[in-house]
């Protein structure tokens, strides 16, 4: 028996013991002769693994959009765990992107309270809820999803979020820290990072600021280099590998004239490099970094100088020391949402692409999620997409890349038609 509670906002969180690694379960609430809707879980496996596939998801605006791409990972047969990247829960919506206006949950979340309100507002979503019910999640926060530009208010958004999402309560002395690790067999290892609450409060040396604090940078690289999976993915809520622009008489281009965000790993070049580096003389093979954040779809060779071809060769990949996979949002709007005519869509894909010869894909007008398909000897990475102005029951294959173990770069063929999969269409 569990108590819900005020205290919790009558939320009821079940650590479950005995239960059998690699195993699907079914469970569900009862309260006196009422019972809930029945959920799906697998617990992660110990045993040797052949075969792993994920759903990789992140920004979902409530208002911007239906939730198509949420009820298509629900109705996946191949699929049973989701790596969401943050902006799961947005504290405002965009006054440019209210196609769901729905009063009086419009409002820009201040209190603990109205965070509580909030999340609660997002389960009346029968599509959201239907992926939470049918999958398993591991989750991270973003800056939509904490609101700490208010202040005063960070702490009462991570708590709503650990109440509201599948997480185990916190460390009661550091409740920031939601960085951890997910283990399948010796396959594959996660590493949940946070990148967000932690950029530029401390310094790795002088004049020198980190990005994910000293204490997580040192936990991270100690996962990696301890690590016995075949594969290491490191799930990270904003873009890892540069995004360079180039100064424009033209137009006027988003950013500080050399990164399109200084505000992600772009601002931390040094300290960027440090891991890039540690990566490198480590020896540490198949690292995938799964990012959100941008809204759009990227194919990333990660490699500390992108435009230096004594170090990176663009044709062949040799020289990058991992890869990144950058799906789309699943609803919170791109160029397509910003007023920029269709027509000139492909044209800012092309001059993209053509500033940043790491970038094998950019896809910038599209929604969904991706999926990562694992095995020994290679990743294969989907962008799936979905409409988001109308409910869909159908989804659209973009592209498939793939990685092949112990080469640290994408192969540049990639895949036109959808990988063989189980799931109705």
């Not at 699929?79 to 829960?89: E, K, P, Q, R």
């Not at 040192?218 to 540069?242: D, F, H, R, V, Y």
């Not at 070049?269 to 990227?298: C, P, W, Y």
Request: charged share 25%.
């Amino acid at each position: 028996n569990i108590t819900a509670d005020k205290k919790h906002d009558y939320t009821a969180k079940v650590d479950a013991t005995g239960l059998v690694a690699g195993s699907d379960y079914f469970y569900r609430f009862m309260f006196e002769d009422k019972a809930s809707q029945i959920g799906k879980a697998k617990t992660l496996p110990k045993e040797e693994v052949e075969h792993l596939k994920i759903a990789v998801a992140s920004c979902s605006s409530i208002w911007s959009g239906f939730f198509n791409a949420y009820r298509r990972i629900a109705e996946r047969k191949d699929i049973d765990f989701v790596v969401h990247l943050g902006d799961y829960a947005y504290d405002y919506p965009d006054e440019d992107e209210r196609v769901r206006y729905i009063p009086p949950y419009t409002k820009d979340v201040a209190s603990l309270a109205e965070w509580r309100e909030r999340h609660s507002y997002y389960l009346l979503d029968p599509d959201l809820r239907a992926a939470k019910q049918n999958k398993t999640w591991m989750v991270i926060w973003d800056n939509h999803d904490t609101d700490c530009e208010k202040p005063g208010t960070q702490a009462d958004a991570i708590q709503a979020f650990y109440e509201y999402l599948p997480i185990r309560m916190p460390d009661t002395l550091h409740p920031e820290r939601l960085y951890r690790s997910f283990r399948f067999g010796k396959l594959v290892q996660i590493n949940m990072i946070d990148m967000f609450l932690f950029r530029g409060k401390e310094s790795y040396a002088e004049n020198q600021k980190s990005i994910l604090g000293n204490y997580q940078d040192a936990w991270l690289k100690s996962q990696l280099s301890s690590s016995t999976s075949t594969w290491n993915l490191i799930g990270n809520q904003e873009m890892m590998g540069s995004w360079m622009s180039s100064k424009s008489k033209v137009i006027k281009l988003p950013g500080n004239g050399t990164y399109f965000d200084p505000g992600n790993w772009d601002g931390y070049a040094h300290d960027r490099k440090r891991l890039f580096d540690f990566i490198k003389e480590h020896d540490i093979n198949n690292t995938v970094v799964l990012s959100g954040d941008a809204h759009m779809s990227f194919i990333t060779d990660l490699t500390t100088a992108p435009r230096n071809r004594k170090i990176y060769n663009r044709k062949t990949g040799e020289g990058a020391v991992g890869v990144e996979f950058l799906p789309a949002s699943i609803s919170r709007g791109n160029m397509d949402e910003s007023g920029i005519p269709k027509e000139f869509i492909p044209l800012f894909q092309s001059f993209s692409k053509g500033w940043n010869p790491q970038h094998l894909f950019c896809q910038f007008s599209k929604h969904g999620y991706g999926t990562l398909d694992i095995t020994k000897e290679r990743c294969v990475a989907e962008f799936w997409y979905s409409k988001i102005l109308s409910m869909q029951d159908v989804e659209y294959f973009g592209r498939g890349y793939t990685v092949k173990s112990g080469v640290n770069h994408w192969e540049r063929k990639f895949n036109k038609r959808r990988s063989k999969s189980t799931f109705p269409q």
